[in-house]
């Protein structure tokens, strides 16, 4: 059975930093491809980064050059580096396995707050 688990969460100051964990389990990790997805209270869940099997990586544009994805597919863990953090990037964000037809696993997320 499928599982993935976010931590890392919490509450920091305008300008600090986070650095998200997603541990899975019940998956062959080093085939899927791995994302975190963030949704702020009144809007959509938007994507925030991926990184594919090969270790490609995207980013939405809002996020370039402050966040970073990386995995490590011996730990079957996948992270997010969140720097120079700002109030809008208040949101639940989720951890999310995805490998097409294969199967397609999303974690039950974890609360980041940015506030002074």
């Known amino acids: 059975q499928a599982q993935l688990v976010e931590s890392g969460g919490g509450l920091v100051q305008p300008g600090g930093s986070l650095r998200l964990s997603c541990a899975a389990s019940?998956?062959?990790?080093?085939?899927?491809?791995m994302g975190w997805y963030r949704q702020a209270p009144g809007k959509q869940r938007e994507l925030v980064a991926t990184?594919?099997?090969?270790?490609?990586?995207n980013y939405l544009d809002l996020v370039k050059g402050r966040f970073t994805i990386s995995r490590d597919n011996a730990k079957n863990t996948v992270f997010l580096q969140m720097n120079s953090l700002e109030p809008e990037d208040t949101a639940v964000y989720y951890c999310?396995?995805?490998?097409?037809?294969?199967?397609?696993?999303w974690g039950q997320g974890t609360q980041v707050t940015v506030s002074s």
């Open positions: 019940g998956i062959t990790f080093s085939m899927y491809a």
């Open positions: 999310r396995a995805n490998a097409g037809r294969v199967g397609d696993y």
């Open positions: 990184i594919g099997s090969s270790g490609s990586t």
